[in-house]
């Protein structure tokens, strides 16, 4: 069996701040329950724009990503490994630009479900570290980790940790702590979803989508029966009341 990897990217330019140090600690988290962290900085990496082609034909989108940069070595990177957390500063209440480029071609992996039936980075594992001055770090995060989601990536619980405000990262103990679990339970999640054979996640195939549509046709029929009986409980309403009132007539007059 090969060793379990988990990459480590870092989305700030700045390998010497808070989000790099923050970084480090989720990666000792990793080293901890006998993973193995592989570190690196999207800044050493040409990442161009994602140019849309899943817009002009769902099938264009697809791995290996036509352009040709850094993500070619970072794909590979991301097949190698497990899982991944992600580490960014935040700018302007969301991940910095370098970060954003990033995500948005790791499309090639999602979109594999219409080529090959599944996306290529389901069942692995993901943790999401968000630094900054000031606010934006929730929002940043669940950004992030909805994202990943949908493209099929597992989120375990307490893989996220942030920081904002001014000063040193390392002189706050909660946010230290948090990181360092995120490696940490990024890295557990892996070791159990490995030992499992889920046979697949999302599923996209013509027979499940016949099954679907069948439990579809179930609760369009329930519904259905629930409204017709609603209207009949309104029409007894309606007639009880009318009764009502005009008894309350009769005794008035």
């Known amino acids: 069996m090969r060793e379990l990897k988990i990459l480590v990217i ?3 330019p700045r390998k010497y701040g ?9 990666a000792e988290g990793v080293r901890d329950v006998g993973a193995k962290p592989v570190k690196i900085y999207l ?3 040409e990442i161009k724009p994602c140019i849309g082609c899943v817009s002009d034909d769902q099938l264009a989108c697809r791995y290996p990503c036509i352009i040709e940069d850094g993500m070619r070595k970072i794909y590979k990177m991301i097949l190698e490994s497990e899982g991944l957390i992600i580490a960014t500063p935040i700018y302007w209440y969301s991940p910095s ?10 499309t090639v992996f999602e979109n594999m479900i219409y080529v090959t039936g599944r996306s290529w980075v389901e069942g692995k594992t993901a943790g999401v570290i968000a630094v900054g001055n000031d606010s934006g770090s929730i929002q940043t995060i669940a950004s992030i980790q909805v994202t990943l989601n949908s493209m099929g990536f597992v989120i375990p619980p307490w893989s996220l940790a942030y920081f904002h405000r001014m000063g040193d990262v390392l002189e706050d103990d909660n946010a230290c702590i948090d990181a360092y679990n995120v490696g940490r339970v990024v890295a557990l999640m892996a070791k159990i979803l490995r030992k499992e054979e889920i046979g697949g996640w999302y599923s996209n195939a013509s027979e499940k989508n016949i099954e679907v549509r069948k439990k579809v046709g179930l609760i369009v029929k329930k519904y259905e029966d629930e409204l017709i009986a609603r209207k009949e409980r309104f029409k007894r309403f309606k007639k009880t009341f009318s009764s009502y009132k005009r008894e309350i007539e009769s005794k008035e007059s």
């Open 10 to 12: 870092v989305g700030s």
């Open 18 to 26: 808070n989000t790099s140090k923050l970084a480090e600690l989720a």
């Open 43 to 45: 800044v050493d990496f």
């Open 97 to 106: 630009g370098l970060v954003k480029n990033f995500i948005d071609r790791l």
